[in-house]
């Protein structure tokens, strides 16, 4: 009996574990994809999809910079791989959606509002102006896929 109790005690951490996951019974069919499809072509999701790769990629090396307080190298990094790329104009000239381009402007200035906040050399006004411009990447992927 002692030893029962014992196991139901120290069980509860793994049930709440699967829990905080979200994710705990969930089969395929309760995932529903709300997203609206862009329909883009084949060679403009691929365009898409790895200026994306760079785009997640640059905000981590913007964090490792700022770390080092290399302010101006992070403001260009910004400026050159975050936002509306020559790439990324392509996908939003490929697309017909006006939410997608009214979303990407935004997001566009959000990242020279990053870049001015960096060359400002303040760690807290840049740590601020990134997860600003950040909130515009979560707030795409919550509205679209490719
Ligand atoms: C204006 C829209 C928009 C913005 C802003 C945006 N993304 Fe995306 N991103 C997309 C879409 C659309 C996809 C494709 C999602 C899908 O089809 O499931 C995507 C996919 C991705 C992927 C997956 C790439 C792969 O190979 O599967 C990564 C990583 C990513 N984005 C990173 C970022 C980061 C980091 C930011 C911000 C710095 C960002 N995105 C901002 C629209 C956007």
């Known amino acids: 009996m002692k030893i029962f109790v014992m196991f139901a005690i120290l069980s509860i951490p793994l049930f709440c574990a699967a829990e905080e996951q979200g994710t705990a019974g969930l089969t395929a069919h309760d995932i529903v994809d ?38 101006e ?36 200035s959000s990242s020279v509002d990053l870049a001015m906040a960096l060359n400002s050399k303040d760690l807290k006004k840049s740590l601020l102006a990134l997860k600003n411009s950040m909130g515009y990447c979560l707030e795409c992927h919550r509205k679209f896929r490719r």
């Open 34 to 71: 709300n997203r609206t499809t862009l329909d883009l072509s084949q060679r403009m999701k691929h365009r898409l999809l790895s200026n994306m790769r760079e785009q997640l990629a640059a905000t981590r090396t913007i964090i490792g910079l700022l770390a080092q307080d290399k302010f």
């Open 73 to 108: 190298r992070a403001s260009s990094t910004a400026r050159a791989k975050l936002g509306t790329t020559e790439d990324l104009k392509q996908v939003y000239d490929s697309s017909k959606n006006e939410d997608l381009k009214k979303l990407g402007q935004a997001a566009n």
